[in-house]
């Protein structure tokens, strides 16, 4: 089993649509959570980071961490074309990270 | 401010041949981490360097798989011999300092043994 499990998709929505992400880690010594978004045949790129449990945002995205069920999720708001790519969870305890599968993320116009 | 760096972006070799990857950090990044990523996957962290350091190669496959950090900035990846299961995505990453969450990436050598 994986530290990080994400389901991989493909997930289609329609622009506009609420998306809503989700990972389950095992680690419970893991502190921090981040989301990542990769474009094809681009590296991932930070999207959001975020310490312990919580919610965070930042414009139209939401993380939120419930380390009490080991759950990390990523909610889109107003969801459009271009934030179509590859969404990475990843959870880490000092500088040791993993990475949750990805999930293929497509907003169609 | 320029991200990190890799060369080359593509690289096509015929199997037992060597082949080597270059990298440079964010300036001022003092961590330096070496990714490999298969398709559908997510990265997997091959070596991780605090300065000069290599501080974590537990999952480096070191009877071809090598790797160098001389001056604590630039980093060089290889691979001697290639095999055809070496093609995928090798990645490199830098963050500020040893702790902190927060890794950039490069955009990656796609790497294709044939």
């Known amino acids: 089993q994986k530290e990080v499990e994400q389901d991989p998709g493909p997930l289609s929505v329609p622009e506009g649509a609420i998306v809503s992400l989700n990972c389950t880690y095992s680690?419970?010594?893991?502190?921090?959570f981040m989301w990542y978004r990769q474009y094809s045949r681009k590296g991932p790129e930070l999207l959001m980071y975020?310490?312990?449990?919580g919610n965070k945002e930042d414009g139209r995205f939401t993380a939120q961490v419930d380390k009490s069920s080991k759950y990390i999720s990523l909610f889109i708001r107003d969801s459009q074309p271009s934030d179509s790519a590859t969404y990475l969870c990843?959870?880490?305890?000092?500088?040791?990270?993993?990475f949750g599968a990805g999930t293929r993320l497509t907003v169609k116009p | 401010e320029a991200g990190v760096v890799q060369s080359p972006r593509y690289k096509i070799i015929e199997k037992k041949q060597p082949v080597a990857f270059w990298c440079n950090p964010i300036?001022?990044?003092?961590?330096l981490y070496w990714y490999l990523q298969n398709l559908g996957q997510g990265p997997e962290l091959l070596i991780r360097?605090?300065?000069?350091?290599?501080?974590?190669d537990s999952q480096l496959p070191k009877d071809r798989f090598s790797a160098e950090r001389l001056k604590g900035v630039d980093s060089t990846l290889k691979i001697q011999p290639a095999e055809l299961g070496d093609s995928a995505v090798y990645l490199c990453?830098?963050?500020?300092?040893?702790?902190?969450?927060?890794?950039?990436f490069g955009p990656g050598t796609r790497l294709t043994v044939l």
């Open positions: 990843a959870s880490s305890k000092d500088n040791d990270m993993r």
């Open positions: 680690n419970s010594a893991f502190q921090y």
């Open positions: 975020t310490y312990s449990s």
């Open positions: 300036s001022g990044h003092n961590t």
């Open positions: 360097y605090e300065n000069e350091e290599a501080v974590d």
């Open positions: 990453a830098s963050s500020l300092q040893a702790g902190a969450g927060e890794q950039f």
